[in-house]
């Protein structure tokens, strides 16, 4: 059964989606001893968005962009910092991170795609699947090769309408927003923070101070 405070989220929806696709004209060869063609900066094409409101609340926000072959698509529900109060502070962030957990396969089965599937399932595709917090919105995005667009697409759909949301997802997803994550799969935004931590200074003239660097529990 689908979460009633995740379903009534889903009703201020925007879904954005980026395509671009490779297009690259090849000029004929200059003829034997004539003098070199002048190369001419390229210039991409400006790229125009289209926005359509459905009759639920939905709304598509698309934007073509031939500059490389890669297809972007996000997730916005329109959750902010507002909405959260002294009694809730950080439940935006464990919504996302408990949904991410495990998505079940079929409407109504117990079986799920846990979130080391989805990212599997995802790079199968070229891309990456995730979730992040910002100031006003809550969002849920996919990335990949433009010609896995349907594919990456279903999978991110399959995210929002099937989410397991057990206790055991949001118990885990507590303990991740708390602690932090601490799995192999977090390897690189921890690497990335001890490198700043050691090649930065503050205004001080100290070292910043790597994320991973506080006391464990």
Same mark, same amino acid.
Do not use: C
């Given at each position: 059964?689908?979460? +009633? ?22 000029? &004929? ?6 003098? &070199? ?27 073509? !962009? ?16 507002? $909405? ?51 100031? $006003?919105?809550?969002?849920?995005? &996919?990335?990949? !090769?433009?010609?896995?667009? +349907? ?11 099937? +989410?397991?949301?057990?206790?055991? !997802? ?10 932090? !994550? ?18 930065? %200074? ?7 101070? &790597? %994320? $991973?660097?506080?006391?464990? %529990?």
């Amino acid at each position: 059964m689908r979460n +009633p405070v995740f379903t009534a989220l889903l009703a201020g929806t925007t879904l954005v989606s980026t395509h671009m696709s490779t297009h690259i004209a090849h000029a &004929a060869p200059a003829a034997k001893g004539a003098p &070199a063609a002048k190369a001419v900066p390229y210039a991409a094409p400006k790229a125009t968005s289209q926005r359509e409101v459905f009759a639920n609340g939905i709304t598509l926000v698309t934007r073509p !962009d031939r500059t490389s072959p890669r297809v972007a698509f996000s997730i916005q529900v329109r959750a902010g910092a507002a $909405d959260e109060t002294p009694e809730n502070a950080g439940w935006r962030r464990l919504l996302a991170e408990a949904v991410l957990r495990a998505v079940r396969q079929n409407a109504g089965s117990d079986a799920v795609w846990t979130r080391a599937h989805l990212q599997s399932r995802a790079e199968s595709l070229g891309g990456r699947i995730g979730a992040s917090v910002g100031d $006003d919105m809550i969002e849920f995005w &996919a990335t990949g !090769d433009s010609t896995a667009a +349907p594919q990456l697409l279903d999978l991110l759909l399959a995210l929002l309408s099937r +989410p397991r949301l057990s206790e055991d !997802d949001v118990q885990a997803a507590r303990e991740t927003v708390q602690f932090g !994550d601490e799995s192999t799969s977090n390897i690189a935004s921890r690497a990335t923070s001890f490198l700043r931590g050691q090649l930065y %200074r503050d205004g001080r003239g100290r070292r910043t101070r &790597a %994320r $991973d660097a506080r006391p464990r %529990r």
